[in-house]
């Protein structure tokens, strides 16, 4: 038989091709004995970063206890789209309560299990960001000061998208939402301090804290692995883009996922016990506005007139992360950044988004320029 | 056995005999002596396996206890006042979800003004979140219906609130007979939870349901807090059975078979009213009392049949709904329509105020005299005096300030500014 050379478009990652791995070095999602916890038939839409990320946690997470998990999941999304009556996608006992309370739901299963002596059966809390930097975020506050055996996932979307895309504490600066839309002379979400809560719960010396993406899946199912090795409070928080909320084109949620990290607006790294101990460094850096442009929560950014202030500033926010954590390996990595990445999204560097890509939209993006009205 | 205690240490050792599994406070007077005990209990291995859970919240103490509930542990809390407030979101998440968790809820004032302490308006302002609610006349009522109410919301799946008056129960010493260990666990099963969080057995807890089923969901709450109608006496009738003594069912009438005047109350006041009842009795007057022991599922038969007959109602209670009137006497009229007892609402002892014999002895000549308009709502030693000066001050300037310091400086109690 011919030999064929297999070239993997992604090098030195963990992106590559599940099924021309060995077995042993396959994800959790190629293997047959993957649990399915958030199966399918659930009503995401297309292109669901949320639903991407908690597949893949959570699986990981089943793999990590043998099938000994329970889940606790806030209000939101996640909640909605997996449970509507009278189905449930939840392939793993899974509770929901309210949309502040979950990591309080997990310390309470979580002592119970103690209780019982049940110290094979693990807990995952779950949220989205409002559930997480918001609403939720005393109990979560508590939930890590008390040392809670929980291991609590945020799928970070940037906003309220569950009630129709508000603004949360998470919400980047410039971004529009329903509430921050961009009116007047207001460039969208404000510049203000934000709510960091990966380093909020950095700060806690907690014993693993983790960012990821939906883009490195081998790298989140690695991280929630990692975390299921330690006990007491876990933090994981997972950048999920909203195809529906910033008006991004379904197909891009992993290329955006990618991006938000290869500019350094997104810094992916884990720590142990209060110190950084891996940081994921970008490997062919580009320009914020490679971001900002595949998706219509920035459209404003880009007309009529160009905001070069405006994504100067968002530009200062992706450097000063990029020294903060050291996100380059190779210094002179800093000078040049060609725009490479939306390249190979078909867009030509510094090009307006082509009218028939607004044009692929989905109906939900279109139902949301209807009842959000024109990002224009 | 007889013990000279605290009552809220009797409770704290009671609830530890129902061995809890999970206890998740968070400290308001005048609930803490009750936590601190158990939490004692905790540290000291006596309550053991349970874990106690020091939260930031009161609502994070509720939804502790409904993820422990799920996992299928015994949960139990214990709040006041503001505190019940804060977790109101996640009563009624609970009593919708059907865990039965067990709280002490030592009855206090709700602000503002702020007010530690005793009325009725915490449990009144959640009469409606799905929580069965019992009321203890006495610290020894307190203590029995605590392993009463854990044997009722794990027979029905429903939340139970047992509600005792904060510092005249919860502080108050006097002889209690505590229940020994044994007896607990004869009279109170290990608890067999109807829905787990179980690997082995996944489930789905707190799914959505929309128009579809939701009025079916919601109709089952209400199924079995009419179930709790039959369950409440009949665990009563046991616990007398066992305990030899009476304690808890749906309601309690005090010489009512001939009287024409009943006075209807809830929890420690009975006790006043029944002294009152005497003395007027002593003068041939024909007056009785009925203490209403469960609130929530409101026993209306039981209501009607006791009251039916009398000729004068005086709702006595320790909260109202401002703008509209009594709550237990809403609730009195709906037993009693079609029926000729005329219902007289009188408020009383909001935040503290004692209910003393005079006043009542007075309120109660009115009644008997038939000197109170029924169609109004009347309240107990009401300095009329204080009130007006208020309301004249806001007649005449657009800017009062705050109606609290104005009445406190009126009495003398902040010291006289500018003004």
Known sequence: MPEQQVKFFQTGSFAVGNRLLDPEQRSVQARMERSNSLTCGHRACQGCGEALGARFALDAAMRATDGNLIAANATGCLEVFSTPYPESSWQLPWIHSLFGNAPAVASGVAAALRAKGRTDVRVVGQAGDGGTVDIGFACLSGMFERGDDVLFICYDNEAYMNTGVQRSAATPPAARTANTKPLGDQPGNVFGQGKNVPLIALAHELPYVATATVAELRDLEAKVERAMDFHGPRYIHIFVPCPLGWGSASRDTVRIARLVKETGLFPVFEAEHGEVVGVSKIRRRVPVEEYLKLQRRYAHLFRPRRRDDVIARLQAIADRNVERFGLLTDPDQAAAMPGEATDLAGLEAGADEPPERAAEETNLMRLLSETHGSPR | ?419
């Open chain 2, 1 to 419: 056995m007889l013990e000279q205690i605290e009552g809220s240490a009797a409770v704290a050792r009671t609830v530890a005999r129902c061995r809890p599994e999970v206890v998740a406070a968070y400290p308001i007077s005048p609930q803490t002596h009750i936590v601190e005990g158990l939490s004692d209990l905790v540290r000291t291995g006596e309550l053991e396996p349970c874990e106690y859970m020091m939260v930031e919240s009161e609502f994070a103490a509720m939804s502790a206890c409904i993820g422990a509930s799920a996992a299928g542990a015994r949960a139990y809390t214990a709040t006041a006042s503001q505190g019940l407030l804060y977790m109101a979101e996640a009563l009624f998440n609970a009593s919708g979800l059907g865990f039965p968790i067990v709280m002490t809820l030592a009855n206090r004032a709700i602000g503002a003004p702020i007010n530690i302490w005793n009325d009725h308006s915490d449990s009144m302002s959640q009469r409606d979140s799905g929580w069965i609610q019992l009321y203890a006349e006495t610290n020894q009522e307190a203590v029995d219906l605590h392993l009463q109410a854990f044997k009722l919301a794990e027979r029905v799946s429903l939340p139970v609130m047992v509600c005792m008056d904060g510092f005249i129960l919860t502080h108050a010493y006097e002889e209690v007979d505590l229940p020994a260990q044994e007896q607990v666990d004869e009279f109170l099963p290990t608890y067999e939870p109807r829905q787990v969080l179980d690997p082995a057995e996944p489930v789905t807890i707190g799914a959505m349901v929309g128009p579809e089923a939701f009025s079916e969901v919601k109709y089952l709450m209400h199924a079995k807090q009419m179930q709790a109608l039959d369950e409440i006496p009949s665990i009563a009738s046991e616990f007398s059975d066992r305990f030899g003594r009476d304690s808890g069912g749906l309601v309690r009438p005090y010489r009512t078979d001939d009287a024409e005047t009943i006075v209807v109350a809830l929890g420690s006041v009975l006790g006043t009213i029944e002294d009152v009842v005497d003395e007027l009795r002593a003068g041939g007057a024909r007056i009785g009392a009925l203490g209403v022991k469960c609130f929530r599922p409101y026993p209306l038969d039981e209501v009607r049949e006791a009251l039916g007959g009398a000729e004068r109602v005086v709702v006595i209670e320790k909260a109202f709904a401002v703008g509209a009137g009594g709550i237990v006497g809403q609730n009195v009229r709906l037993a009693l329509s079609g029926l000729p007892p005329r219902v007289h609402d009188v408020v009383a002892g909001l935040g503290g105020r004692p209910i003393t014999r005079q006043s009542l002895l007075g309120l109660f000549d009115d009644v008997l005299a038939d000197r109170l308009e029924p169609r109004q709502l009347h309240f107990l030693d009401l300095n009329r005096e204080l009130v007006e000066r208020e309301l004249e001050r806001m007649q005449k300037g657009r800017r009062p300030g705050p109606h609290a310091e104005n009445i406190l400086r009126d009495l003398g109690v902040v010291a006289a500014g500018s003004h």
